[in-house]
């Protein structure tokens, strides 16, 4: 947690430093300005601080989301607008600009109690599996950098404390192609404070097969050498755009044939 509160003292003092600035009167100006017709344009210093600070602060915030480890879509929309509304806003009038520093506040507390919240789940939650019985699809389909989806997956949880079983949804990010189905088994992680909530238990894998493997590993069938072909081409495309490195890739290709 040290670290994801550095990056967000950093991000606060990055987004509000240029408008403090203006406030201020530190940059050619001597307190607000109201920017109308007959007043005076910004100054190219204003501009300049303005500009350095929202490519500061954007860099910072994208540290602070990989050290958060989530990403949310309103989070990236604040720190792409945030900035700007503060900057202008403290041109205008100090009681804007405290508006602004409210707001900033109170995204940082949010995103400081996610990781929070997180990092709790990490070293207290208990350990479960659950069993799918059934997938929810949302209203709208959002595929994520063309390789993530987002689904709610209904789950019967089965706690490895041997606590009674029960029903729970999980709300979760999966890669296309790892969709899970009825019958599969995830782990996660269990709130002990609230059963009912559910995050996907990295230190294990995650997803399980249904039934157990066969006590003797079966010939692998050719009749569809079609399918392989195009899993192949699937597999160097995803390879292609990045998404898999050459390590990734081998496993991949090893699995597909089983060898």
Known sequence: MGRVNNLLIAWCALLLAPGALDAAGALGHHGPIVFTRHSATPSGALVAAWIVGYM????VFMALMR?????RVLWWFVASLLPWICDWSAAVSYEYFLLC???TAAVAWWIASVAGAARFMTEHGLRASGEVLEVIEPLMNVVINNVYIRRTVRLRIARDDGAPAYEARLKGTFMLGEIPKVGDRLRVLVDPNRPQHLVPDDSKSTRAPA???EPHPQPRSHAAPSNIAEELEKLANLHSRGVLDAAEL???KKKLLGD
């Open 56 to 59: 500061a602060q954007l860099f």
């Open 67 to 71: 050290a958060v480890g989530e990403m």
């Open 101 to 103: 520093l409210a707001a």
């Open 211 to 213: 039934q157990p493997a």
């Open 250 to 252: 081998a496993a991949a």
